[in-house]
């Protein structure tokens, strides 16, 4: 049975038994969008070459980006993304469930990067393949046959914040900035991933470290609870939101959160802090939020 914490919604989050029960639909597409730190040690793409859910397509986000930009994994033109997707078999009129290698990490990124397309019917799959695999249920190291499939989209600028836009909103306080990272990299105390980024946040930011949004499990919380965590971290709900972290990648957790919380005026900024961390002219604040 599907767990009471999680109500299933092929348009934001479904569960592991959901999409067992769905795994053969004609019209269901799953993706294996795992990406972690250079640090991490990890080899996504090796993995998903080991095992992986039946059927799975690997969405390369560090491939299906925005070359023209020399930030990390900036969102993809149109045309690219449409192109990537129809080679990999995915297209209009198909439901698409999206995991990751480590729970909730990187798949709520891919989300994101189909809602700005203008796609609805995607989900992250909850707990994601650790879940999957720690139920027991299949996985396989076979590529999938994969048929060509048209794909329509129709961009949702209002879905994501360039720097300029972000300056303005901290300095009018238009919008509330929720920063994921953890609440050492937010205070400065700690030092960023990448090399020649000043240590801080955008200032006026909230901190809701994304890892505050998940269960032990890998899972994330229920709606209820996640309100309660954007609460206590002094987000006014009433405001519109940019989500943002180190790359671009956790703030999507966040805008998934705020998503099953009804939340539906949020907008993630790409460049995140591997952008503003990088300009000497931009302020930054250390410390907690205030």
Known sequence: ????????????????????????????RVLDASWYLP???????????????????FFDIDEITDSRSS???????????????????????HQVVIYDGAGIFSAPRVWWTFRLMGKL???VLDGGLPKWQAEGREIEDMPPI??????????QNQMVKDVTQVA???????????????????????????????????????NVPYTTLLNGDGTMKPATDLAAVFKAAGVDLSKPIITSCGSGVTAAILSLALERIGHKNHALYDGSWAEWGMYEDLAVEKGPAR
């Open 168 to 206: 303005h909103s901290a300095k009018l306080g238009e919008a509330v900035i929720v920063d994921a990272r953890s609440a050492a990299r937010f205070a400065g105390d700690a030092h960023e991933p990448r090399a020649g980024l000043r240590a801080g946040h955008i200032p006026g930011s909230r």
């Open 71 to 93: 930030l990390p994994h900036m969102a993809p033109p149109a045309e690219k993304f449409i192109s990537r997707m129809r080679a990999m078999g995915v297209g209009d009129g």
């Open 121 to 123: 019917d995607v989900a």
């Open 39 to 57: 640090t991490s040690g990890r080899d996504a793409k090796a993995e998903y070459a080991a095992a992986h859910i039946p059927g799975a397509r």
């Open 1 to 28: 049975m599907t767990s009471p914490a999680l109500q299933d919604d092929p348009k934001t989050l479904v569960s592991t038994e959901w999409l067992a029960a769905h795994l053969k639909d004609p019209d269901l």
């Open 146 to 155: 994969v048929k060509d499939r048209h794909m329509t989209t129709m961009r």
